[in-house]
């Protein structure tokens, strides 16, 4: 179990980020930097509009009470978050030590795309040129290369080997890892 993956923290409702804080001060202080990547309140702008007809843009959380860890589960970086101030438990463990299930790509997929954020860290993580395996839709388990990536539209067109000719195809990204 030594890839990335996303987690569901708990936290005390109103506390997200000051546990965003806390935590990513507590990466730093214990040099976790290899082990837990991103911290994230899944928040979104919305624009109100007041009785008097003056909008205003208010910043509204999408889970209160949960922020979302990027992280490689062991038992150092388990500890680290567990124990943050203010992180009442993890999303998916059963207690009793039990670790936590990751949340599942389509899932943190359809979260970070509605914050306009990805997965997959695009030009840092994967870059056109890549080679990607493909894990879900029509060509399951088919590798290609990225001609282009759609970060508005969370999608890539990618170049597989169709019959014996290179054909470019259209995926999601949570449609593919890294390969």
């Known amino acids: 179990m ?19 804080e806390k935590l990513e001060m507590r990466i730093e202080s214990m040099d976790m930097q290899d082990y837990i990547f991103r911290v994230v309140v899944p928040e979104q702008t919305e624009i109100e509009v007041n009785k008097d007809g ?43 030590g039990a670790k936590p299930i990751p949340l599942l790509p389509v899932e943190i997929d359809r979260i970070l795309g509605q914050m306009g954020m990805s997965r997959l860290d695009l030009g840092g993580e994967i ?26 539209n969370q999608k890539l067109k990618i170049m597989i080997d169709l019959f014996g000719q290179e054909t470019s195809v259209e995926v999601e990204l949570a449609q593919v890892e890294k390969a």
């Not at 030594?2 to 965003?20: A, C, I, L, P, Q």
């Not at 080679?131 to 508005?152: A, C, H």
């Open 54 to 96: 003056v909008k205003k843009e208010k910043v509204k959380k999408l889970f209160p009470g949960y922020v979302l860890v990027e992280m490689i589960m062991s038992d150092e970086a388990w500890y680290v978050v567990r124990n943050t101030p203010g992180v009442t438990g993890f999303i998916g463990s059963s207690g009793k």
């Open 2 to 20: 030594d890839e990335k993956r996303w987690y569901v923290v708990n936290t005390y409702s109103g506390h997200e980020n000051k546990v965003k």
């Open 127 to 152: 870059a056109e040129g890549d080679k990607v395996k493909i894990i879900s839709g029509p060509f399951t388990s088919m590798y290609g290369r990225i001609e282009s990536i759609d970060l508005e």
